[in-house]
């Protein structure tokens, strides 16, 4: 009797766990990528994606990142002096708020994204070259899975993919997405808008953002952005 | 030899041993300002359940510090109480746990204040019941559990194991090495299972199921449940395990926070090295504009919680007798605390990876109770006065030697005559240790 009483109950932590989890994800109003016409945000600066997001209440989502590299953050950078003056009672602050507000930038905003709740695993679709730096990295990880086509590394336990266009696999859930101006540097906008319908990406935030004073991105690759945008608002394309 | 009546009655002594570890502990506490590492773990604790992520610091241990300091800083705040009330608490219950442990394993008395008076006394469980870092829970959780499955053995009460299960459930959600400690308990279950009465296989069977329910499904259906806070950032249980290889992948591989490697990191050498130890150290400058410029001397607070060697030294021999005693005896019990002693033990001393001393809080309530076994057995009740006394002698050697431990477990280290100079010079010349050759064989 006591035996079937804990089973019941672990079970019910299970089950009830899992419920708990999947429920606490906040969602939009989702469209296919490709297929329904869809207006994408436009964002001047990667951390103004971020401020996106929060501002309306995405939780637990997967982030989808479409650029032509990725940026490796050094926490250490972030590290800030001990005052040495430390006595009770502390000084407890609630980490996520204290490094967005000290913190917060282009390089790091998906990582503040991670922090504050809105991303629970982030994909990175990256260029051929970015991905075999990814996959260098992954190599002398303490945590990671490297296969020709996908690289998934943890980040303290916080779980990430690196693919590119040709190796992203279906999302399985709706996806915030990110797209870079610079992806355009090894990309065209229909092949890109090709690859996520055909992996019938869904979405309920799609942001495009210009990287607006970033001398490496090109006008070229910002007019691509443009199309980009023009041909999500379209939808139904050919592919799909 | 008589036990004095003292031994013959413990309550008092063991009241007053439990009353003077505590105020140790409390004056431990006292002497220093709060370390990096105790904020860091109040930080961490709000970061879990506000945000459900794991860190920042020491994010590949187990959930249930976050928990339970948070709940302190709800309750207390964040002075000292609120930040180390919880862990001063359980440090200091060890003390009558240790007793009624080694008691319910030695069944001698006297053993059993022995035990309790070294760990009463011994710097590094004073250090970690006077930090927020969880070792100590390490110590409490599993002592705790072996005393419940004891009582249960002892009254056939299901309510003891469930009470086990539950409590080895807070210790593997502490830390994993809480594990070794269940995993004898499991064994000594699955022993009287096995040379018990043969009973009808349905009985047994029930009997089975509800041992492995209380033992092993409680306690992974507690360690799960502590995991909730991470579950509201959207995860679902099928994203849980790959969570647990990392924490898996970075404890295995884990060589510290700094670019070298710093203090005694090497477990096997804690039975064979005198002087092991570990420090932790408080910078403290004063509040307001100073006058004068700081200095380490004055400063800095190098907690430094030497192992008493009269202690540690004589675990080898000390274990070597049990193993002895307990095969001419036929003892299950003296059987289960070699074994609660090497299971807690060996896996640190051979895992690839440095292990820092602090992490001799766990072995520590078995080293105690090995030791105080031994120089009890060693000198018997027969023979001349004199060595029926050596074991008092060796325990009153002990004490002294752990009092006089005690200042540097308390950051005075540098004001000590004599030795105050050279730990100074020691510190500002500490040279750490190249990672490599555990990236070496890790990668």
Known sequence: ?240 | MREASFVKSPALPLLALTLAGLLLRVVCLLAHAPTVDDLMVAISAVNFVDSGLLGPTMWNHPVLRNLLAYGMLMLFGPGAAGVIGLNLLMGTLCIPLVHAVTRRLTGERRVALSAALLFALEPLAIEYSSQAINDIYLAFFPLAGILCVYRHLDSRRPGWLLAAGALFGLGIASKWSALFQLAVMVGVLLVRELRGPQAALAERGARALFQASALVVLPLTIYLATFAPWFARGYSLAEWPALQVSMYQETKLHTGYHDEIYGDHIAAQWFVRPGVSHVDRVFTLPEGPSVAEPTMRDNLKHLMAVANPMVWLAVIPALLLLLNRAWRARSEELHTLAALLLASYLPFAVVPRPVWFNTGVVVLPYVVMTVAYGVWRLFPETGSPWRRRVPVIYLGLACLVSLALYPLAIGLGFRLPLVGESLLEGAKHEQGVSKDIYQKENH
């Open chain 1, 1 to 240: 009797m006591i035996s079937c009483a804990l089973l019941a109950l672990a079970l019910a932590v299970c089950v009830g766990l899992d419920r708990f989890g999947r429920s606490a994800r906040r969602f939009g109003a989702v469209r296919a990528v490709g297929r329904d016409p869809i207006r994408p945000t436009l964002v001047a600066l990667p951390e103004d994606a971020y401020r996106f997001w929060k501002r309306q209440g995405f939780h637990g989502r997967t982030i989808l990142c479409l650029a032509d590299s990725w940026d490796r953050l050094n926490l250490k950078e972030y590290a800030e002096e001990d005052d040495a003056r430390r006595s009770y009672p502390l000084k407890v602050y609630r980490f996520a708020d204290h490094f967005e507000e000290k913190f917060l930038d282009s390089r790091n905003f998906l990582y503040v994204a991670a922090l504050q709740g809105i991303a629970r695993k982030i994909v990175a679709v990256l260029s051929p070259a970015a991905f075999d730096l990814a996959r260098d990295h992954a190599h002398h990880a303490k945590n990671a899975r490297v296969d020709a086509q996908e690289v998934y590394e943890t980040h303290e336990g916080f779980p990430r993919w690196f693919t590119t266009l040709g190796g992203l696999t279906p999302p399985g859930e709706p996806v915030l997405i990110y797209v870079s101006a610079s992806m355009f540097r090894s990309a065209r906008p229909e092949e890109l808008l090709a690859a996520l319908s055909r992996r019938g990406v869904r979405s309920d935030a799609v942001l495009l953002c210009s990287l607006a004073g970033d001398r490496t991105v090109s006008d070229t690759e910002r007019r691509a952005l443009g199309d980009f945008a023009r041909l999500l608002e379209r939808g139904a394309h050919e592919g799909s």
